[in-house]
């Protein structure tokens, strides 16, 4: 793959999919899939919290804080802000 980043670094990814699937035998570790948050939260638990890594004009702040009203829950949010990652 290193080769490959020289060559062709648009073919790069494509070639991290093909590696991982090959090696783990499953499709799940490379297909995305969109999830409720309803889903998400039933997967979670105390010792497994729920993160949400956003992209540019994705905000589910609405959505999550009617979720948490729906389940009588309190939540706190935390932005990290532009250039915090």
Request: glycine share 8%; hydrophobic share 40%.
């Amino acid at each position: 793959m290193i080769v490959l980043r020289c060559f062709r670094p648009d073919r790069v990814n494509f070639a991290i999919k093909n590696y991982i699937v090959s090696n783990l035998r499953s499709q799940e570790f490379v297909q995305s899939s969109s999830a409720s948050i309803g889903d998400i939260y039933n997967q979670s638990g105390p010792g497994v919290p729920i993160i949400l890594v956003l992209s540019q004009g994705v905000d589910p702040t609405d959505l999550l804080y009617r979720f948490a009203e729906e389940k009588g829950a309190d939540i706190s949010t935390i932005s990290l802000g532009k250039g915090q990652s």
